[in-house]
């Protein structure tokens, strides 16, 4: 059987919060969608998708439903993904573009059926299989989770602000003066 990792990068939301399309906002001379696929691709994910209605330059996978919740979206992205061969989802937000790669290895090495971190629902890494087959897109994720049969693994405390991402343009300055200075040094003063 394939163990074969596709993303999905939720990007379906209002942003209303932010008062622009997250997936659009720069990070340091990179928009969000970017640097989050961009961490997907470097551990591995293959294909990197978008599910949402935002064209931003990856395969889009669009929402049955727009705006009706982060389950639908996972629902849609789990259909490309077993389509393109995929056996496995990461599922990211794109609103946590300053996750690392370390930040998701205990999710990645988990067993089957995956894992998403206690108190977190995304990022999660899950087998296609163990999606529910009555998964229905008004289902909370925290639903979609337990009922998945993820492991829960404790959230190291510096990672869990990285994993929760940016909601507001005032926790985007916050995680913006977190980074790491040579974080995408290439385009550091970009902003």
């Given at each position: 059987m394939s163990s074969r990792l596709g993303a999905m990068i939720l990007a379906g939301g209002a942003s209303s919060r932010m008062g622009v399309d997250k997936a659009t906002v720069l990070w340091r001379g990179r928009t969000a969608v970017e640097r989050v696929a961009a961490l997907a691709t470097a551990i591995g994910a293959e294909p990197v998708i978008t599910v949402g209605a935002g064209d931003?330059?990856?395969?889009?996978?669009?929402?049955?439903?727009?705006?009706?919740?982060?389950?639908?979206?996972?629902?849609?992205g789990a259909t490309a993904l077993r389509a393109a061969g995929c056996a496995r989802a990461l599922?990211?937000?794109?609103?946590?573009p300053t996750l690392q790669a370390a930040d998701l290895a205990p999710l990645l090495a988990a067993a089957g059926p995956g894992a998403a971190y206690e108190g977190l629902h995304l990022p999660m890494v899950v087998e296609l299989a163990a999606i529910p087959a009555d998964a229905a897109a008004g289902w909370?994720?925290?639903?979609?989770v337990e009922r998945a049969g993820l492991s829960r693994p404790a959230c190291p405390p510096e990672v869990a602000t990285r994993i929760r991402g940016a909601n507001t343009p005032g926790e985007r300055d916050a995680l913006l003066a977190s980074m790491p200075p040579d974080d995408n040094a290439e385009n550091s003063g970009a902003d």
């Open positions: 931003y330059g990856l395969p889009l996978v669009l929402d049955e439903q727009p705006l009706g919740g982060p389950v639908g979206g996972v629902l849609a599922v990211l937000a794109v609103d946590a909370p994720l925290g639903r979609l």
